[in-house]
């Protein structure tokens, strides 16, 4: 297989990794969400408010941080994606054109410049095409990236949601019972809601780790992209630049030989030069013994 061959082997198998979501891990349930989640206004504290608990809401507000920071725009994300998926699906359609297009037109072609510029078309074909698969695999990690951030918010959003679930249950009984304590269950329950908000905070954490790991294995294949994507680039430079060395000896040899043939015209150019060196000794034998006279240019235009 060619270098050309096994660059866009490579890239195509990147690209199935990317679309496989073979970088997201177990920690966020092995699985993506739906893309417009990503773009879903939640307000999981809001039911410690409408519950009566106002107080603590601001006390555990440090909760729904993660979750505003997970938040993006899923328009956004899916028509960059589209964008750049088609783009890339059109310069291998360009690519698989011209690869087909090749055959018909070299087929009576024979010799080592035909091989030649057969091996170069193929390889130009498959520098083509990885570079519309680089494309492709950018637009289904754009895309996996958006979904995988969707399911983390999702969970994000649940964990708060348990946790806040907790807090309610655990103020609603201390208020009960803050008549026969003097208040004094309310001002326990509070640590206590609290401490329940950072265990859940710890959980929120870890989902945001495995967010961060996924997103780095993600990253390693991007960059397997790009070094694709490059690499490709640079080939096709240097085959371009081979075939115009090539038609550069061509030309060379083309022009040495047409100066060749002006320096040294054919010998039809002095046909009447030896006529003329003929006629001239048929009339010195008129004069054996001395050489026949010549005219003077001035006297032969005045004659």
């Given at each position: 297989?060619?270098?050309?061959?096994?660059?866009?082997?490579?890239?195509?198998?990147?690209?199935?990794?990317?679309?496989?979501?073979?970088?997201?891990?177990?920690?966020?349930?092995?699985?993506?969400?739906?893309?417009?989640?990503?773009?879903?206004?939640?307000?999981?504290?809001?039911?410690?408010?409408?519950?009566?608990?106002?107080?603590?809401?601001?006390?555990?507000?440090?909760?729904?941080?993660?979750?505003?920071?997970?938040q993006g725009?899923?328009?956004?994300?899916?028509?960059?994606?589209?964008?750049?998926?088609?783009?890339?699906?059109?310069?291998?359609?360009?690519?698989?054109?011209?690869?087909q297009s090749?055959?018909?037109?070299?087929?009576?072609?024979?010799?080592?410049?035909?091989?030649?510029?057969?091996?170069?078309?193929?390889?130009?074909?498959d520098c083509?095409?990885?570079?519309?698969?680089?494309?492709?695999?950018?637009?289904?990690?754009?895309?996996?990236?958006?979904?995988?951030?969707?399911?983390?918010?999702?969970?994000?959003?649940?964990?708060?949601?348990?946790?806040?679930?907790?807090?309610?249950?655990?103020?609603?009984?201390?208020?009960?019972?803050?008549?026969?304590?003097?208040?004094?269950?309310?001002?326990?329950?509070?640590?206590?809601?609290?401490?329940?908000?950072?265990?859940?905070?710890?959980?929120?954490?870890?989902?945001?780790?495995?967010?961060?790991?996924?997103?780095?294995?993600?990253?390693?294949?991007?960059?397997?992209?790009?070094?694709?994507?490059?690499?490709?680039?640079?080939?096709?430079?240097?085959?371009?630049?081979?075939?115009?060395?090539?038609?550069?000896?061509?030309?060379?040899?083309?022009?040495?030989?047409?100066?060749?043939?002006?320096?040294?015209?054919?010998?039809?150019?002095?046909?009447?030069?030896?006529?003329?060196?003929?006629?001239?000794?048929?009339?010195?034998?008129?004069?054996?013994?001395?050489?026949?006279?010549?005219?003077?240019?001035?006297?032969?235009?005045?004659?």
């Amino acid at each position: 297989m060619t270098d050309s061959g096994q660059l866009l082997a490579d890239l195509k198998t990147t690209t199935k990794a990317v679309e496989n979501h073979d970088w997201v891990s177990a920690g966020l349930g092995g699985a993506t969400t739906a893309l417009d989640l990503l773009g879903a206004s939640q307000d999981p504290l809001a039911a410690l408010t409408s519950a009566g608990f106002g107080m603590i809401t601001e006390l555990v507000r440090f909760l729904e941080e993660p979750l505003k920071q997970l938040q993006g725009n899923p328009d956004s994300v899916s028509s960059h994606s589209q964008g750049m998926e088609g783009g890339g699906q059109q310069v291998s359609s360009v690519a698989d054109d011209y690869r087909q297009s090749t055959g018909p037109e070299t087929s009576e072609w024979s010799g080592s410049s035909a091989s030649s510029y057969r091996d170069n078309s193929s390889q130009h074909a498959d520098c083509v095409e990885a570079v519309g698969q680089a494309g492709i695999a950018m637009a289904k990690a754009a895309t996996g990236a958006g979904k995988v951030v969707a399911k983390a918010q999702q969970e994000v959003g649940g964990l708060i949601s348990e946790a806040v679930g907790q807090i309610i249950q655990l103020m609603t009984q201390a208020f009960a019972a803050a008549q026969a304590t003097f208040g004094a269950s309310i001002a326990a329950a509070i640590p206590q809601a609290v401490a329940i908000a950072t265990q859940y905070g710890g959980q929120i954490a870890q989902k945001l780790g495995v967010l961060l790991s996924d997103s780095d294995n993600l990253l390693q294949l991007i960059t397997s992209v790009t070094q694709g994507l490059e690499a490709a680039t640079q080939l096709m430079t240097k085959l371009s630049e081979a075939s115009k060395s090539s038609s550069g000896e061509d030309s060379s040899s083309s022009d040495s030989s047409s100066q060749a043939s002006s320096r040294y015209p054919a010998s039809s150019q002095y046909a009447d030069s030896s006529d003329s060196d003929s006629d001239s000794d048929s009339a010195d034998s008129q004069y054996p013994s001395q050489s026949r006279p010549r005219i003077p240019v001035s006297t032969a235009q005045q004659s």
